[in-house]
């Protein structure tokens, strides 16, 4: 029965060898969509806690957009407010005069106030896409993260080392009970305890 020892500890090793071979697959797999991640969330993950969501360029353009529509519906206004003040007039020119000109301020600061608030909202809209991809960016190193358990792989190979350990050292122990020297040395005994008894 020892070659079914070394057959179960071989095989034993043989398991061992294997999930620690699993093992070292996942950790590369692992490091390598982990590095793959990190490349590519790199630049935002270097943007500290709430980074910019949009590209230099794209910033650039949508503040600019604000800024010329801004100005675009203030000089709107201001064109609708003197066709207005010439309809009063009867289609006349006139002086312009003390109310032409607060008219005139309170479009121009209407203007620049919607002009503020319309850039204050890009910029938190761009803020916002940044911690969009922040999360994103974790959520995807957590995957990476979780999608295999080398802890796990680790102690199931440590363990199949004991397991096959224990289930030699049980073959072991019954081979040595169910062995036939072990059988005939039982009927022995008996046959001496019954000469002992009728002897």
Same mark, same amino acid.
């Given at each position: 029965?020892?070659? *079914? ?5 071989? &095989?034993?090793?043989?398991? %061992? ?20 991640? +990190? ?5 935002? !993950? ?5 980074? @910019?969501?949009? $590209?230099?360029?794209?910033?650039? %353009?949508?503040?600019?957009?604000? /800024?010329?529509? +801004?100005?675009?519906? *203030?000089?709107?206004?201001? =064109? ?13 020119? /006139?002086?312009? $005069?003390? !109310?032409?000109?607060? *008219? &005139?301020?309170?479009?121009n600061a209407k203007g620049a106030a919607s002009e503020n608030t319309n850039l204050q909202a890009e910029k938190t809209a761009d803020y916002e896409q940044g911690?969009?991809?922040? @999360?994103? %960016?974790?959520? !995807?190193?957590?995957?990476?993260? &979780?999608?295999?358990?080398? *802890? ?9 080392? @004991?397991?096959?350990? +224990?289930? !030699?050292?049980?073959?072991?122990? @019954?081979?040595?009970?169910? +062995? ?5 040395? =039982? /009927?022995? $005994?008996?046959?001496?305890?019954? $000469?002992?008894?009728?002897g």
């Open positions: 029965m020892p070659s *079914t020892l070394n057959n179960i500890k071989n &095989s034993a090793a043989t398991f %061992m060898d294997t999930l620690q071979g699993q093992q070292n697959t996942a950790f590369a797999g692992n490091q390598a969509a982990l590095n793959a991640v +990190s490349g590519a969330w790199g630049s935002i !993950a270097a943007g500290g806690a709430i980074p @910019e969501g949009y $590209s230099p360029g794209l910033d650039k %353009m949508l503040q600019s957009q604000i /800024v010329s529509n +801004s100005a675009a519906g *203030t000089a709107n206004a201001q =064109d609708a407010a003197a066709l207005q003040e010439k309809q009063a007039g009867g289609g006349n020119n /006139v002086l312009p $005069s003390g !109310a032409d000109a607060a *008219t &005139s301020a309170e479009i911690t969009k991809n922040l @999360e994103g %960016m974790t959520q !995807a190193e957590l995957g990476v993260a &979780s999608g295999e358990n080398e *802890t796990g792989l680790a102690s199931a190979s440590t363990g199949s080392g @004991e397991l096959g350990e +224990s289930a !030699a050292t049980a073959q072991w122990q @019954e081979d040595q009970t169910s +062995s036939p020297a072990a059988i005939l040395g =039982d /009927v022995g $005994s008996a046959v001496g305890d019954a $000469s002992a008894i009728f």
